[in-house]
């Protein structure tokens, strides 16, 4: 009968922790009009992303004018030509695909891993926090720039080349924070009280552990996609990653570096997509931090 009422009330705690924290999210989103205007122009660009095919008005790998380089207005080019005379508008659109995928895929792939790898270290801790974490930080001896080259150099060029290079940076960054909130979780009284319940151990870590550590790691990987879509370009803007004549932003300003006197928008409108995509997903993630901080403070 005893340990019945210990196991309601440990639940009680953590279904309690688990629900704050779904409705601090929710009222985050619905009562932060920045936040709610930074999401719709998210979605905004990611319904650009997918509708690509629809809404560009050419193929972006065929070149369509009549010279290359056309300015800005041109006729039946909005946005004039590349140096191969394609579309840029059509490029543009296309490129926001690949922007997109090689930048959220390999972030939410190192967000999973990384919690799980988190959760094992923080919840544990002894040897396995100790091993765990002495792997990583190897890989922190090493400039995220140059670990990303490092590791598209061995792979070579193309679009998994990306997504694994950025895998592999993002990893002990977001392990790290993952393995910090875990054990802030752990510290709880609810998890003392669940162990004094006769919780086991895989339970408890499933049950009360996880879902209450992954707010934090959520929002730090937010703010890190915005950084790796600028990896991401830089890695094609190198020729290390996604090959011509795909269109990819990085591969876009590389091709009109050479032309950038003579028809500078070639450079300036994909450059300009990855400030702007970056700064998006950069502001995002700092709106949810400060929010989250914010709560956390009251």
Partial sequence: MTNTVHHTSVDRAGSSARSSRLRMLLRTISRDRKLSFLLICLALLAGIAILAPVLSP???????????NMPVGSPGLILGSDNQARDILSRVLW???ISLIVSILPTLAATAVS?????LA????????????????VFFAFPIVLLA????????PGLLTIIVSIFVVLLPYVTRVARTSALQVV?????????????????????????NMIGPVIVYATTLIGLMIVVASG?????????????????MIAEGAGVLRQAPHVTFIPGGMIVVTALLF????????DRFDARKAE
């Fill in 282 to 289: 950069n502001l995002i993630g700092d709106q949810l931090r």
């Fill in 122 to 137: 923080g919840f544990f801790g002894g040897r396995i926090d100790t091993v765990l974490m002495a792997v990583l930080d």
């Fill in 187 to 211: 510290s709880r009284p609810y998890i003392e009280a669940a162990r004094s319940a006769g919780g086991g151990q895989i339970a408890i870590m499933l049950r009360y552990v996880l879902p």
């Fill in 235 to 251: 890695l094609s803007f190198l020729g290390l990653g996604v090959q011509p004549p795909a269109a990819d932003w990085g591969a």
């Fill in 58 to 68: 050419y193929d972006p790998i065929v070149a369509v004018a009549a010279t290359p």
């Fill in 95 to 97: 490129g926001a695909r």
């Fill in 149 to 156: 080259i490092a590791v598209a150099g061995v792979m070579g």
């Fill in 115 to 119: 919690i799980v790898i988190g959760l």
